[in-house]
């Protein structure tokens, strides 16, 4: 069965370092999102993503924040400067359609320690 | 703006228990709802879904859930879990935008 898939498992970064997450979604796929839970949390949405564009974004998603789809597969999350607050379990997400009544297929995630 | 309750934060049952987890939702428009389910150490998996159509919508292993709409609610149930069933289960809504919103997640706890 095809699934998403996300690199690294685990991430440590320095404060004010630029980290990359990366996550290759299933190959027919047309929306992604990224979404991140902070330890003890919700699960929140942070980003969409659409035709090599952002459909939304939510206010923790601000100019530190930014996503890419450099090739046909890779879809990328950069954190320009990395803060404490940053840390958290970053999921990736993508699904065939995009308005909403489509299943979401998730990543393992990413855990990202800002130290 | 749209949010997600789920009542209990940790349940733990017994095997052969009947589970019933709470959830509510703030939206007014039309929604979509979702139960996912986070095994330890795996990653978010889909339980059940309701677009539209019959409130009572069945999903994997068992569990079902029923969409209230005069109540905005969307309770999970199973009549009997098992061990396996340990697991973090979170519900959530999309409106046509396709975001999910998460509740905070219920850890639940089944003793052999």
């Known amino acids: 069965e095809p699934e998403v898939t996300q690199t690294p498992s685990h991430q440590v970064t320095q404060m004010g370092q630029e980290v990359i997450l990366r996550c290759v979604p299933i190959?027919?796929?047309?929306?992604f999102y990224w979404y991140r839970q902070i330890l003890g949390q919700k699960v929140e949405f942070l980003v969409s993503?659409?035709?090599?564009?952002?459909?939304?974004k939510s206010e923790i998603f601000d100019d530190q924040f930014s996503v890419e789809r450099p090739d046909g597969s890779n879809f990328t999350l950069k954190i320009r400067s990395t803060k404490l607050e940053d840390s958290a379990m970053y999921f990736c997400?993508?699904?065939?359609?995009?308005?909403?009544?489509?299943?979401?297929?998730f990543g393992p995630g990413t855990r990202l320690t800002v130290t | 703006a749209q949010s997600v309750s789920q009542h209990n934060h940790h349940v733990i049952l017994s095997e052969a228990a009947s589970l019933e987890l709470g959830c509510n939702y703030s939206?007014?428009?039309?929604?979509?709802l979702f139960w996912y389910v986070q095994y330890p150490g795996q990653h978010l998996q889909l339980l059940l879904k309701?677009?539209?159509?019959?409130?009572l919508v069945k999903g994997i292993k068992g569990f079902e859930a029923e969409f209230i709409k005069s109540k905005f609610s969307f309770n999970l149930r199973k009549p009997s879990v098992q061990w396996s069933d340990t697991a973090e289960y979170f519900c959530?809504?999309?409106?046509?935008?396709?975001?999910?919103?998460f509740g905070q997640g219920t850890e639940l706890s089944v003793k052999p």
């Open positions: 959530a809504v999309t409106n046509q935008g396709g975001k999910l919103i």
């Open positions: 993503f659409y035709n090599n564009e952002i459909s939304e």
């Open positions: 190959s027919n796929h047309l929306y």
């Open positions: 939206y007014g428009g039309t929604v979509n």
């Open positions: 997400a993508s699904t065939e359609g995009g308005q909403g009544a489509y299943e979401q297929y």
């Open positions: 309701y677009f539209s159509g019959d409130p």
